[in-house]
């Protein structure tokens, strides 16, 4: 299924995860898109755990993709009062794998912005950041990151 829709060619997108770097870097991207004067398509991919008891449960499965929904809109919420002119913004909140569903929303896409890998610069497919460096189809920008550490990501693909 082709995740980018009419709405998204040629924002700005940004993903999230929840975690404590996702406000800094959505504000930042939201400042770039401003700078650009493009809309945003923020994005949260997310998944059950492998370990999940409950992953059987239609119930708690919708309950919990709600409960991401409504965070990620909170998220939003508050870094648009950070800017005096706000931009236009998509919330789309996709169940799956975060580097594969941000590559191919890149597809269309003017900038990719990501926040740096949660656990350190981890050169490893389980890095979103070394992920979509290493396979977006528009250019990416890996916020909290040195140019220097952008460059090993990068490299360590090699």
Known sequence: MDRATEDQIHAVVVGVDGGTESADVLTRALGIAAGRRAPVSVVRAWELPATSCDAASPRWHSSLGAVIDADTRR??????TSLPDPVPVRVRVVEGPAGPVLVELSAQALLL???PPADGLRHDAGSTAWYVLT???CPVEVLGVTPEERAGLT???A
Not at 75 to 80: G, K, M, Y
Request: glycine content about 6%; cysteine-free; overall charge positive.
């Open 135 to 137: 396979h977006a189809r």
């Open 75 to 80: 998220l939003v919420a508050t870094a648009q």
């Open 113 to 115: 912005v990501v926040g």
């Open 155 to 157: 490299s360590a693909s």
